[in-house]
Nanobody, 125 residues
Framework: QVQVVESGGGLVQAGGSLRLSCTVS????????MAWFRQAPGKEREGVSCIKWTGSSTVYSDSVKGRFTISRDNSENTLFLQMNNLKPEDSAMYYC??????????????????WGQGTQVTVSS
């Protein structure tokens, strides 16, 4: 069974920080590209950041570049998203996703075939 579970979300004031974690099991985590997406009420799901299996290639959306950092610990089967200088516009449900087919680092939602249940991030103004 493939399990993708996010954690670390919560309520934070603007300018604060959060660190999201995504633990995975049921597939060889180290072999696949991983990504973070987010979706706010009434909006489409959007890519935030992705990372290749080696961890050497990353992509960030323009809205988070310079504030967020994606990383992975393959020994722990865990994906991270360090979010600094959070803004109210960052409020959303954040999802962890895996690309087990193409193993590419992209921000295209349909490239990912395994998803977690999401963790809520709320940034107050």
């Amino acid at each position: 069974q493939v399990q993708v579970v996010e954690s670390g979300g919560g309520l934070v004031q603007a300018g604060g920080s959060l660190r999201l974690s995504c633990t995975v099991s049921g597939f060889p985590f180290a072999a696949y590209a991983m990504a973070w997406f987010r979706q706010a009420p009434g909006k489409e799901r959007e890519g935030v950041s992705c990372i290749k299996w080696t961890g050497s290639s990353t992509v960030y959306s323009d809205s988070v570049k310079g504030r967020f950092t994606i990383s992975r610990d393959n020994s722990e089967n865990t994906l991270f998203l360090q979010m600094n200088n959070l803004k109210p516009e960052d409020s959303a449900m954040y999802y962890c996703a895996a690309d087990t087919t193409y193993r590419r680092c992209t921000l295209a939602t349909q490239n990912y075939n395994y998803w977690g249940q999401g963790t809520q991030v709320t940034v107050s103004s």
